[in-house]
């Protein structure tokens, strides 16, 4: 089966051959400034980067405790039931 080549307008994106020149110069100088305003600046601060380590190390310790009571309550149920 011969392969069919693209024309010029499917090259482009959809778009005609003479858009996308105009197009790209006006994205890139659109999204360049927009992204910078919307995110933030880049990375988080230091004070997040506190918060988030901060919060990581409180998850951690839950998670620890609920698995701690999870076993004992395991452990109690097989003993009313006589496993033991």
Same mark, same amino acid.
């Given at each position: 089966?011969? %392969?069919? /080549?693209?024309?010029?307008?499917?090259?482009?994106?959809?778009?005609?051959?003479?858009?996308?020149? #105009? #197009?790209?110069? !006006?994205?890139?100088?659109?999204?360049?400034? %927009?992204?910078?305003?919307?995110?933030?600046?880049?990375?988080?601060?230091? /004070?997040?980067? %506190?918060?988030?380590?901060?919060?990581? !190390?409180?998850?951690?310790?839950?998670?620890?405790?609920?698995? /701690?009571?999870? !076993? /004992?309550? =395991?452990? =109690?149920?097989?003993? =009313?039931?006589?496993?033991?």
């Amino acid at each position: 089966m011969a %392969r069919k /080549d693209s024309t010029p307008k499917q090259a482009a994106g959809g778009r005609g051959t003479t858009e996308p020149g #105009r #197009r790209s110069a !006006r994205s890139v100088a659109v999204l360049g400034s %927009r992204s910078r305003a919307t995110t933030g600046g880049g990375g988080p601060k230091v /004070d997040q980067a %506190r918060r988030l380590k901060e919060l990581e !190390r409180e998850n951690q310790r839950l998670k620890k405790a609920v698995s /701690d009571l999870t !076993r /004992d309550k =395991l452990l =109690l149920k097989e003993a =009313l039931e006589g496993k033991y």
